[in-house]
């Protein structure tokens, strides 16, 4: 999608409705901005997975961990559980 936007007095700019949606971006998410000549280029920051499903199979991709995998669960899901609720 290409659309025209202006910037205003203090420097701001308002990405329009359509692009946010298709981007899934929502307030308060970061954005990296990319200069190179004449060309800015934005793109949104988000999080890597930590599981990846290979041949069927989940997979954490995340750091090594010393707890045990009951423990790590847990934690996961207190975290989950946590972005869930706000």
């Known amino acids: 999608m290409t659309a025209k936007i202006s910037i205003d007095k203090a420097g701001r700019l308002v990405l329009p409705k359509a692009i946010r949606d298709q981007m899934r971006l929502s307030p308060g998410d970061d954005l990296v901005l ?5 060309r800015i280029t934005l793109r949104p920051v988000r999080a890597r997975p930590t599981l990846k499903k290979e041949l069927g199979v989940w997979v954490y991709q995340g750091e ?3 707890a045990g995998l009951a423990e790590w669960l847990d934690r996961e899901r207190e975290s989950r559980l ?4 706000g």
């Open 34 to 38: 990319e200069s190179e000549d004449e």
């Open 82 to 85: 946590e972005g869930i609720a």
């Open 64 to 66: 090594a961990s010393h």
